[in-house]
């Protein structure tokens, strides 16, 4: 089992920064890929960014050049700093970890194995 508890949501003006940080506790040895997905109201969730154990990294088409998502696997932690941020990234954030080992970088939700509670990011125009 792993744990994963999110942190560093708010509120903040369009063209403002956040930081969000998941932790992992438990089994996380068995962690490989780690990934943020967010969900607004009405909408599915959908991938923001994911990054494998040996730190390939992908991107949503919507936040390339404005969000990096990173890794400290000796913390056990994953981040994710969102610069340039407009409203529309408004949501609940989640942190999921996948513990299989694939090729690929996984993106679909059933692809994840444990999630967080998530974290929430408000963004005003």
């Known amino acids: 089992q792993v744990q994963l508890v999110e942190s560093g949501g708010g509120l903040v003006q369009a063209g403002g920064s956040l930081r969000l940080s998941c932790a992992a506790s438990g089994s996380t040895f068995s962690i490989n890929a780690m990934g943020w997905y967010r969900q607004a109201p009405g909408k599915e969730r959908e991938l923001v960014a994911t990054?494998?154990?040996?730190?390939?990294?992908y991107y949503t088409d919507s936040v390339k050049g404005r969000f990096t998502i990173s890794r400290d696997n000796a913390k056990s932690t994953l981040y994710l700093q969102m610069n340039s941020l407009k409203p529309e990234d408004t949501s609940m954030y989640y942190c999921?970890?996948?513990?299989?080992?694939?090729?690929?970088?996984?993106?679909?939700?059933?692809?994840?194995?444990?999630w967080g509670q998530g974290t929430q990011v408000t963004v005003s125009s």
């Open positions: 999921a970890v996948a513990t299989r080992k694939r090729l690929w970088l996984p993106i679909a939700v059933d692809e994840y194995d444990y």
């Open positions: 990054i494998s154990s040996g730190d390939r990294t």
